[in-house]
């Protein structure tokens, strides 16, 4: 069944640690990006990765960090740097350049306590 | 800066009436835009594009350059259309959404 996988679904946290979202996808594709979804504000991307050991800051990257060292994996870092954490993460993916599908995962929910 | 726009955050409506959801963008050049549908308890997925001119569950969008804008509209509202809406644009390798509108279809 393909598609795209995210965990957990629901995180908490303390002030102060980091936390890593997980997102795999077993699509073959090449893009993968991650958003923060926040009631009254949509979407908003926080880093994307076209291939492999590459990736670009979106427009809130601040406090967030990634790595893509395998094309199906994309975590991301939610460091003690992130001002405010709470909120509903989405991982995405798309076959590459040119693509103008995304397909999402169901989300993770982080609190932070 | 602010790439798509949605200016309405909830729009009810009964079913059997029209239904229009608006979508202003700015971007120079041609633009490439999308409706996207989060239903409740589902994940968020494509509801149609811009450059297929389709119409899928009853919906269209025409992308309007003058007024830059791609507003969603369907003739006879569902309850089944009940749903959050996002407006989107895709910048080179990036995607842009709108802050949604959350459609309530009243019986």
């Known amino acids: 069944d393909g598609g795209i996988t995210q965990s957990p679904k629901y995180l908490f946290r303390k002030e102060g640690q980091n936390v890593t979202l997980s997102c795999e996808q077993n699509?073959?594709?090449?893009?993968m990006y991650w958003y923060r979804q926040d009631p009254g504000q949509g979407l908003r991307l926080i880093y994307y990765s076209q291939i492999v050991n590459d990736f670009q800051k979106g427009d809130i990257a601040e406090g967030y960090s990634v790595s893509r060292e395998k094309k199906e994996s994309f975590p991301l870092t939610v460091t003690s740097a992130q001002k405010n954490p709470t909120a509903f993460y989405l991982c995405a993916s798309t076959w590459g350049p040119g693509a103008n599908v995304l397909t999402f995962g169901a989300g993770s929910r982080l609190t932070v306590l | 800066a602010q790439r798509v726009t949605q200016p309405e955050k909830l729009l009810s409506v009964f079913k059997g009436a029209p239904v229009e959801l608006k979508c202003n963008y700015s971007y120079s050049g041609s633009p490439e835009l999308f409706w996207y549908v989060q239903y409740s308890r589902q994940r968020l997925q494509l509801l149609l594009r811009?450059?297929s001119r389709e119409s899928i569950k009853g919906f269209t969008a025409d992308l309007n350059k003058g007024e830059t804008s791609f507003h969603l509209k369907k003739p006879f509202a569902q309850e089944e259309d009940s749903a959050m809406y996002y407006c989107?644009?895709?910048?080179?390798?990036?995607?842009?959404f709108g802050s949604g509108t959350k459609l309530n279809v009243k019986p």
């Open positions: 699509l073959n594709h090449d893009a």
């Open positions: 989107a644009l895709k910048d080179f390798n990036k995607f842009y």
């Open positions: 811009h450059i």
